[in-house]
């Protein structure tokens, strides 16, 4: 989405002046306000987060305070959606910069989903009896309206913690899955359960007639996976974990299931953020750790475990470009302008959307 440019007193002060300003402005707010920080936000963001977490942990936190009037997410923009689905209408939902999107989730929009679910339903037809031939599942990562159409249509939506369970409830309820936007979380999630990738699943390209496959394969296929991916996650690769394991034999190989098969293949330790936070957490001291997740998160628990050894897998590797830009600038000016009694970018999912999405995300949490 497209983000106006910032007011010039917020671009000319220094960093320890945004620093204050923040500070100020969020004392004077007091429990008005909750400030949420995603665990791949930088330092100078997460040092004013009251809470900080995954995307689904977020939403969760924020409803602990359903008196306070204003919920600023530093993430991007499917996870204040999220936030806004999940809290009280009371609860305004801010978003700093509007520009923080998520390239994962615009990998999938509406009008391409649409179109799949109507082309694969003209192959493998509706189900029989209350049996559907098809079932969708999106992951959390993705936008509002694509968590309603699943919601509409029966399907669920899932996190990198709850994936399998979610894959093997939608297998109970129909015969295939549609899985997306995330190819690889899908594939990783039925391989875990048994699958196999070669013979159980195709990958759908919206861009081409019945996504780059024959009937036969969309017929013979248990899951059907969006060509999506998340540009961190994807850089990962096995040469990297070859690297690691020559420089470090003990290394421990820990990465997230967006990462590619090959690389999941090779890590005895594969999980949610939030998992791999609590696993290297908890590991005995001196151990040494290779991480295949976002470099602030890994840069941030190698100082917080001093007594190990902690590094990306990546050496190479950027932080999530759209999070990056949560800037504390704008974290003042959203702050400021909530103070100013005019609130700037205030996420609103319209209530027709947030019904089917809310239904989704339920369906979720009744299967935790
Ligand atoms: S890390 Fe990947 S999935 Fe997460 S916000 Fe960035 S691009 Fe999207």
């Not at 899955?177 to 999630?189: E, K």
Request: proline share 7%; aromatic share 8%.
């Amino acid at each position: 989405m497209y983000q106006a440019p910032l007011p010039e007193e917020y671009v000319s002060r220094s960093p320890e002046e945004t620093r204050r300003k923040i500070q100020d402005a969020k004392a004077a707010l007091g429990s008005r306000v909750v400030i949420l920080g995603h665990h791949y936000q930088r330092d100078e963001i997460i040092e004013h987060a009251d809470y900080r977490g995954d995307s689904f942990k977020l939403a969760k936190d924020a409803n602990r305070h359903p008196d306070a009037e204003f919920i600023v997410f530093c993430g991007v923009h499917f996870m204040a959606e999220s936030a806004d689905i999940l809290t009280p209408d009371s609860m305004k939902v801010i978003l700093p910069n509007l520009a923080a999107g998520c390239s994962m989730a615009d990998m999938a929009n509406l009008f391409q989903v649409r179109s799949a679910w109507r082309q694969i339903e003209e192959i493998v037809g509706s189900g029989s009896g209350s049996r559907p031939a098809l079932v969708p599942v999106t992951y959390i990562n993705s936008a509002a309206n694509l968590k309603a159409f699943v919601g509409e249509r029966g399907g669920t939506v899932c996190t990198s913690t709850n994936a399998p369970m979610a894959v093997k409830w939608a297998l109970d309820q129909g015969d295939r899955l549609i899985f997306f936007p995330d190819q690889h979380l899908g594939r990783n999630t039925g391989a875990k359960l048994g699958y196999d990738p070669d013979a159980d699943m195709c990958v759908w390209d919206p861009f081409k007639p019945l996504g780059g496959n024959s009937p036969e394969q969309l017929l013979s296929s248990k899951f059907i996976l969006w060509k999506g991916h998340c540009s961190v996650h994807q850089r990962f690769t096995v040469e990297q974990v070859e690297i690691a394991k020559q420089a470090d034999p003990q290394v421990n190989i820990i990465v997230h299931p967006e990462c590619p098969i090959e690389v999941v293949r090779l890590a005895p330790y594969v999980g949610s953020t939030e998992y791999i936070i609590r696993t290297v957490t908890e590991a005995p001291s001196g151990t040494s750790w290779a991480v295949g997740t976002e470099i602030n998160l890994v840069n941030r628990l190698a100082n917080e475990n001093p007594d190990k050894k902690i590094t990306c897998l990546d050496p190479m590797i950027c932080p999530c470009s759209t999070m990056y830009r949560i800037h504390p600038s704008f974290l003042s000016w959203a702050l400021d302008s909530i103070l100013a009694g005019n609130p700037v970018n205030v996420i609103e999912v319209p209530p027709k959307v947030k019904h089917f999405a809310k239904l989704a995300l339920d369906r979720m949490l009744s299967l935790i």
